[in-house]
């Protein structure tokens, strides 16, 4: 029997808490921007017992996404996918959001629904940002949705976005959209692919941020949100392990906020006082 593989891409707290769960007995390739960083995880998993192997990836890279199919494959059946990589507003430029997190992202989902095997299922990581947006036109959502890869850096609304935000909320609606589109060609293999859309972490990068200069306004909005703290890795592992379940079979093509009620109250409560600063 081939062995079974879980496909990580971008080795942080989130990826791992996820890739723990669902990935016991399997083959896990481990694939990150910084092979240093994945080897590291690996070697934290290959302690707890887990069997591993690492690749580096550039996710804006399309030869990099062919590149870890590949690898991947060689190493088995490719039961799981999870998508933890990106870059935010404040560590890229806009054209690397737009390139990693837009492009890179609907490219992977799109080569990997080629492989998945049946009973499989793919978990992309989006962000509460995606939600904070106001209503794109249709034709703009369509166009997100179902532009070939190759063409998606064209479209001529990406091209007049000069605002590092506005580059990450348009590739978190993007990844959201996307989802939707792959779900009837991963069904179509027998597989489920969802989105999980989390707002404040607690992560190594986000502590950073709540010990830095901005770090009264990341406060006062965790502690004006209706859960009144931050979530954790292991919140958004316990939602993705349901999602890739027996138990989610019928969850395909869809996004799950799991923001502590962060982005309800953005719209609708406490937290409106946000909408100025987007």
Known sequence: MKKQVSVLIGAGSIGQAIIRRVSVGKHIVLADYSLANAQRTAKTLEDAGYECSVIQCDLGENKDIIALVDYSTSKGDVKYVVNAAGVSPSQAPVERILQVDLYGTSVLMEEFGKVIADGGSGIIISSQSGHR?????????????????????ELPFLKEITDTLKAYQYSKRCNVLRVMYEASRWGKRGATINSISPGIIITPLANDELHGPRKDG??????????????????VGDLAEFLMSSRGRFINGTDILIDGGTTASYWYGDLQYLKATH
Do not use: V
Not at 218 to 235: H, N
């Open 133 to 153: 947006f106001p209503a794109l036109p249709q034709e703009q959502n369509d166009a997100l949705a179902m532009t070939p890869c190759d063409k998606l850096l």
């Open 218 to 235: 990341y406060l006062k909005m965790i502690q004006s949100s209706p859960a009144g703290r931050a979530g954790t890795p292991d919140e």
